[in-house]
Nanobody, 119 residues
Framework: QVQLVESGGGLVQAGGSLRLSCVASGRPFSRYRMGWFRQPPGKEREFVGRITSNGSTTYYVDSLKGRFSISRDNAKNTVYLQMNSLKPEDTAVYYC????????????WGQGTQVTVSS
């Protein structure tokens, strides 16, 4: 079992930046591929990006490339989502998720953190 807790959300003006953190507890963090997702108000949850277990490779949806970046510190059991040049349409609840290496899908989810971008 892995517990995930996101933090760092809040209200920011358009053009600003936020860094979200997701701290994991439970099983060894380095065994998991980590992903970030978001759910805008009134919409389905959508994939933002992911990072491999050792942090060597990241992948982002095309629409967010260049503005969002994911990193991790396995010594701190933490994955980060750096969001720059934020837009009102980035307003959403942001979730981190953990996937067991070699598995399919994501096995554990955090409770989410609200990000609101004002125009």
């Amino acid at each position: 079992q892995v517990q995930l807790v996101e933090s760092g959300g809040g209200l920011v003006q358009a053009g600003g930046s936020l860094r979200l953190s997701c701290v994991a507890s439970g099983r060894p963090f380095s065994r998991y591929r980590m992903g970030w997702f978001r759910q805008p108000p009134g919409k389905e949850r959508e994939f933002v990006g992911r990072i491999t277990s050792n942090g060597s490779t990241t992948y982002y949806v095309d629409s967010l490339k260049g503005r969002f970046s994911i990193s991790r510190d396995n010594a701190k059991n933490t994955v980060y989502l750096q969001m720059n040049s934020l837009k009102p349409e980035d307003t959403a609840v942001y979730y981190c998720a953990a996937a067991i290496i070699g598995g399919t899908g994501y096995d554990y989810w955090g409770q989410g953190t609200q990000v609101t971008v004002s125009s």
